[in-house]
């Protein structure tokens, strides 16, 4: 079949505008597809805070276009990880050679939905996405790709990706039943700092000296308490996650903002010189309820799909969340190529099922229990072997391989 008389392109409705709605929309759109993003959120950026992007996502971006120097990342090498009482640290890098070459980054998370934003949108190959703000979706019939807009609006498709995060419509529809997210116990502050602040504190050399990377400060303690902190756009701010045991989640009262005074007040304990830092977090500090979904029976059903958080939502442990989303957005385009007709769809997104879900279940458990398990914290760092299979994965071959074996010549 030449590409003249090769069938129309696929219609594709993606539900959610996160890193993986766009870059699944990325992938498709690149082959040629029609593809339309509904998004809740009336002015859709990422929130203020950085991101971790492994290799394993980068190798995706790469081969959907991305430019590495749009997104500002400060090289991740690994980690150092702090006694957070005596202030003593002792630095790890990746421990596959590969790594050194092929280096992972430290974002800020609206650097990388910009560029994600111009790759689906701007000059390209394919069709430019259309992105529809303000489109709420609040259904979806996966059996015949329809969804259903908050106005009443009633869009037809051929595909239907469900990227619509931990709160996900379009599971509901896969699933055939509500399937929410439970409380972790676990919730954290988020605050992004100016880096130009460090000049204020002694010592900052625990931060930027050194290993490029992440800081690390397990807090030795009854109830679990964690920091982890970053550089990125270029060393001009500094990431600040703090992670506590929090059994109050489901109190109606429970507030998304909090204050560097509740922040230091949990964290009092811990070094002075890792405490001058968070004194430079500046007021509101965000909040964020950790909430991790049980296994899910299937990410699909008829024409439509599940990716990312909508799929597998887990705890931050290993910083692979949105980095399967867009393995998962790169395999849907190596199963969808250009030519794939309507009735195809189906059978494709059992491929895909096949390929992605044993990876999505393996990160969803594995970042809870190297938290919750005391004998597996800090593990991902510590072993080869979960390094291999989480780095060391091209998800472009993979899907590109399995599509070649069972459908270019179907
Ligand atoms: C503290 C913390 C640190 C993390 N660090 C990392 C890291 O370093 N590296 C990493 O890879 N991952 C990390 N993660 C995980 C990562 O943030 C998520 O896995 C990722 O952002 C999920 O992307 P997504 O596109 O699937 O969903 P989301 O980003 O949640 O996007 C979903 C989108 O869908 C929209 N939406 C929802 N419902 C509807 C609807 N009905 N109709 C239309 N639109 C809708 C939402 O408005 C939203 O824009 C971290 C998570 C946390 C909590």
Redesign the pocket.
Same mark, same amino acid.
């Given at each position: 079949m030449t590409y003249e008389d090769s069938p129309q392109p696929l219609k594709v409705s993606v539900?959610?505008?996160?890193?993986?709605?766009?870059a699944a929309a990325i992938a498709l759109r690149r082959n040629g597809h029609l593809v339309q993003v509904?998004?809740?959120?009336e002015n %859709?950026t990422?929130i203020g805070?950085?991101?971790?992007? @492994?290799v394993n996502?980068l190798r995706v971006l790469e081969h959907l276009g991305l430019a590495r120097e749009n997104v500002k990342g400060v090289s991740y090498d690994g980690i150092t990880t702090y006694d957070a009482h005596s202030g003593e640290g002792v630095a790890r890098r990746w421990l596959l050679p590969e790594m050194d070459q092929n280096r992972s980054i430290l974002c800020h998370?609206k650097d990388m939905h910009d560029e994600l934003m111009r790759l689906a949108v701007g000059k390209g190959e394919g069709p430019p996405v259309r992105i529809h703000l303000g489109? %709420?979706?609040?259904q979806c019939s996966p059996e015949d790709g329809t969804i259903t807009l908050n106005g009443g609006e009633i869009v037809h498709a051929d595909l239907v990706v469900g990227? +619509?995060?931990?709160?996900?419509?379009?599971r509901t529809s896969v699933l055939g039943h509500v399937q929410t997210a439970p409380p972790s116990g676990l919730s954290?502050f988020?605050s992004l700092i100016d880096a130009s602040k460090l000049r204020d504190i002694d010592d900052a050399e625990w931060l930027t000296g050194g290993l490029s990377g992440m800081r690390g400060l397990p807090i030795k303690g009854e109830d679990f308490r964690m920091l982890a902190m970053y550089t990125c756009r270029t060393g001009s701010l500094v990431n600040l996650?703090a992670?506590y045991a929090d059994p109050h989640q489901d109190d109606p009262d429970w507030s998304a903002v909090g204050t560097r005074e509740e922040l230091l007040q949990r964290f009092h304990d811990i070094h002075p010189k890792f405490l001058a830092l968070l004194a430079l977090a500046d007021n509101p500090i965000l909040r964020?309820q950790?909430r991790v979904l049980p296994l899910l029976d299937t990410w699909i059903r008829g024409r439509a799909a599940l990716?990312? +958080?909508?799929a597998h939502?887990t705890?931050?442990t290993l910083? @692979?969340?949105?980095?399967?989303?867009?393995e998962e957005a790169g395999a849907l385009g190596c199963l969808l190529p250009r030519g794939t007709r309507r009735e195809d769809v189906p059978r494709r997104l059992e491929a895909y099922q096949t390929l992605r879900k044993p990876r999505g279940d393996y990160v969803n458990r594995e970042a809870l229990d190297q938290t919750t398990e005391p004998s597996k914290r800090g593990l991902y760092f510590r072993s080869h072997e979960v390094q291999s299979y989480l780095l060391g994965h091209n998800a472009i071959k993979e899907a590109q391989e399995y599509y070649e074996k069972h459908f270019s010549r179907a």
């Open positions: 539900v959610g505008a996160g890193i993986g709605g766009l509904f998004e809740t959120s %859709k990422e805070a950085g991101i971790g992007v @492994q996502a998370r489109g %709420k979706v609040i990227a +619509d995060g931990l709160h996900s419509t379009i954290c988020r996650v992670l964020w950790l990716l990312g +958080d909508a939502a705890l931050p910083g @692979q969340g949105a980095a399967l989303a867009v």
